[in-house]
């Protein structure tokens, strides 16, 4: 196996990285009741894992959830473009059949991940024919709102809304977490004090889980960082089906020689979404003329020529991300039985990537097989089984923010060989839908880095590197 970055995790008997989607079959009723802190994305997911378990599972959770799909306080990267991968796609439809179709009656988009969209990065566009990974484009809310209310729908799932979880129940004979304490802002009572069998940490990067593992004496997870001091700047724009070539978005890598990258996906409501941003503190700007100026400084043009003209439909909104950042749960030798750390929790990777609801989603059927394997010694089968997920997105952010020279980290011989051998795969891609597919396999969580490797493959980057070949028909250019 190919390691760019990070840790060799050793194989689990329940799940590898290779997680496949199919159906367990009949699942072991274990009864009582469990708790998830957290109604995000992965709070959701984790507590349809759950449900196949368990009497009854609560879910807690700070906002006031709007009924329609609107952004929310809790969840401030919700304005901003997310991607819901060809993986994550299958897997939603698995645990909640039927709601891709939902989604598209709400205005969703399905899209062909070469074929629909523009590709530029490293000094050269993507071959753009078909390649049969198909995505779903949507905003957020939407996907958030169809998630949450197909859960619902479940009998034994149940949701607090404006409570606040302050510290874990803890039993100190057994090494057990046993509940929580929660404080509701709808009751005068005080505090309240729930038990359970299981309690699951889903409220992401800003998790308090390792201080309150310190406070019951046990050790907190070692972190992983890698500063990237990245942000964007937001818009919502009216889309018209001419604009970009006919084409549902486009993608443009931050890459030298500025590191100045932006996205524009089509979204619900005949709407685009654009996002500009840069590392290091090289953020677009909140102002109309900087941000216009912003777009016309990327490599390509393509952006720029849509918004100059386009009608404005939000205002300028900021989103700033300082650090990738990795908790490394599966090396604690001491962990309190009935407790486990889910989602952004774990990790969470420049969001520019999009690989965070996916792996949320793997990280599912993860939890599912390790229930239905039995809940004895379950967090350590379960965070060996999380971080064999999360290591291949965790090398592709990594290796990727690590071409930016100003980004600190290691770079062993091996991650700058990968690099400089996926830009011959770029210019060697320019016309060939196989190499194309390939990477975008890889994007989305298919394939390993790996296989990028292959004999097959590394012989068709030798020849189109040998034939410099040139992209027949690029997309727009300035006029």
């Given at each position: 196996?190919?390691?760019l970055?990070?840790?060799?995790?050793?194989?689990?008997?329940?799940?590898?990285?290779?997680?496949?989607?199919?159906?367990?079959g009949?699942?072991?009723?274990?009864?009582?009741?469990?708790?998830?802190?957290?109604?995000?994305?992965?709070g959701?997911?984790?507590?349809?894992?759950?449900?196949?378990?368990?009497?009854?599972?609560?879910?807690?959770?700070?906002?006031?959830?709007p009924?329609s799909?609107?952004p929310?306080?809790?969840?401030?990267?919700g304005?901003?473009?997310?991607?819901?991968?060809?993986?994550?796609?299958?897997?939603?439809?698995?645990?909640f059949?039927?709601?891709?179709?939902?989604?598209?009656?709400?205005?969703?988009?399905?899209?062909?991940?070469?074929?629909?969209?523009?590709?530029?990065?490293?000094g050269?566009y993507?071959?753009?024919?078909?390649s049969?990974?198909?995505?779903?484009?949507m905003?957020?809310p939407?996907?958030?709102?169809?998630?949450?209310?197909?859960?619902?729908?479940?009998?034994?799932?149940?949701?607090?809304?404006?409570?606040?979880?302050?510290?874990?129940?803890?039993?100190?004979?057994?090494?057990?977490?046993?509940?929580?304490?929660?404080?509701?802002?709808?009751?005068?009572?005080?505090?309240e004090?729930?038990?359970?069998?299981?309690?699951?940490?889903?409220?992401?990067?800003?998790s308090?889980?390792a201080?309150?593992?310190?406070?019951l004496?046990?050790?907190a997870?070692r972190?992983?960082?890698?500063?990237?001091?990245?942000?964007?700047?937001?818009?919502?724009?009216?889309?018209?089906?001419?604009q970009?070539?006919g084409?549902?978005?486009?993608?443009?890598g931050?890459?030298?020689?500025?590191?100045?990258?932006?996205?524009?996906?089509?979204?619900?409501?005949?709407?685009w979404i654009?996002s500009?941003?840069?590392y290091?503190?090289?953020?677009?700007?909140t102002?109309?003329e900087?941000?216009?100026?912003?777009?016309?400084s990327?490599?390509?043009?393509?952006?720029?020529?849509v918004i100059?003209?386009?009608?404005?439909?939000?205002?300028l909104?900021?989103y700033?991300?300082?650090?990738?950042?990795r908790?490394?749960?599966?090396e604690?030798?001491?962990?309190?039985q009935g407790l486990?750390?889910?989602?952004?929790?774990?990790?969470?990777?420049?969001p520019?990537y999009?690989q965070g609801?996916?792996?949320?989603?793997m990280?599912?059927?993860?939890?599912?097989q390790?229930?239905?394997?039995?809940?004895?010694?379950?967090?350590?089968r379960?965070?060996w089984?999380a971080?064999?997920?999360?290591d291949?997105?965790?090398?592709?952010?990594?290796?990727?923010?690590l071409?930016h020279p100003g980004?600190?980290?290691?770079?062993?011989?091996?991650?700058?060989?990968?690099?400089?051998y996926?830009?011959?795969?770029?210019?060697?891609a320019?016309t060939?839908?196989?190499?194309?597919?390939?990477f975008?396999e890889?994007?989305?969580l298919?394939?390993?880095?790996?296989?990028?490797?292959?004999?097959?493959?590394?012989?068709?980057?030798?020849?189109?590197n040998?034939?410099?070949?040139?992209?027949?028909?690029?997309?727009?250019?300035?006029?």
């Amino acid at each position: 196996m190919l390691v760019l970055h990070g840790v060799v995790y050793p194989k689990t008997p329940v799940i590898c990285a290779d997680i496949s989607f199919t159906r367990l079959g009949a699942m072991v009723h274990r009864g009582g009741g469990a708790i998830v802190i957290g109604a995000s994305v992965g709070g959701l997911l984790a507590a349809r894992a759950l449900a196949e378990h368990y009497d009854r599972v609560t879910i807690i959770e700070r906002d006031e959830l709007p009924e329609s799909p609107e952004p929310r306080k809790g969840v401030p990267q919700g304005r901003h473009p997310h991607a819901l991968h060809a993986r994550g796609r299958e897997g939603l439809e698995q645990l909640f059949p039927g709601l891709t179709d939902e989604l598209v009656a709400e205005g969703a988009l399905r899209a062909d991940g070469a074929a629909d969209f523009i590709w530029f990065n490293r000094g050269f566009y993507l071959c753009d024919a078909p390649s049969g990974l198909v995505g779903f484009l949507m905003s957020r809310p939407l996907l958030e709102n169809g998630v949450r209310r197909h859960l619902l729908r479940l009998p034994n799932i149940c949701l607090r809304q404006r409570s606040e979880v302050e510290e874990f129940v803890f039993d100190p004979t057994r090494g057990r977490v046993a509940g929580v304490h929660v404080r509701s802002r709808d009751s005068a009572d005080g505090v309240e004090t729930m038990t359970a069998n299981l309690v699951v940490d889903a409220t992401g990067r800003s998790s308090r889980c390792a201080v309150w593992l310190n406070a019951l004496g046990y050790a907190a997870p070692r972190e992983e960082k890698i500063e990237v001091g990245f942000g964007y700047t937001t818009r919502l724009y009216r889309r018209q089906p001419e604009q970009l070539n006919g084409k549902l978005g486009a993608i443009f890598g931050a890459c030298p020689p500025n590191w100045r990258g932006g996205a524009i996906v089509a979204q619900e409501g005949d709407r685009w979404i654009v996002s500009l941003g840069g590392y290091l503190g090289d953020h677009a700007p909140t102002n109309e003329e900087g941000f216009l100026e912003f777009a016309k400084s990327l490599q390509k043009p393509d952006i720029y020529r849509v918004i100059r003209e386009a009608e404005k439909l939000s205002p300028l909104m900021p989103y700033r991300f300082g650090t990738n950042l990795r908790r490394h749960y599966a090396e604690l030798r001491r962990f309190p039985q009935g407790l486990l750390v889910y989602g952004d929790a774990l990790c969470s990777f420049n969001p520019i990537y999009g690989q965070g609801m996916t792996i949320a989603v793997m990280e599912s059927f993860a939890l599912r097989q390790c229930l239905a394997a039995g809940t004895d010694d379950i967090a350590r089968r379960f965070f060996w089984a999380a971080a064999a997920l999360i290591d291949t997105p965790w090398q592709i952010t990594v290796s990727s923010d690590l071409q930016h020279p100003g980004v600190e980290g290691k770079r062993p011989v091996q991650l700058r060989l990968f690099n400089w051998y996926i830009t011959r795969l770029f210019r060697a891609a320019q016309t060939d839908i196989v190499l194309t597919t390939r990477f975008l396999e890889m994007l989305n969580l298919i394939r390993q880095p790996a296989a990028l490797l292959e004999p097959g493959t590394a012989l068709r980057v030798w020849r189109g590197n040998r034939r410099r070949t040139r992209r027949a028909n690029p997309p727009l250019e300035a006029s």
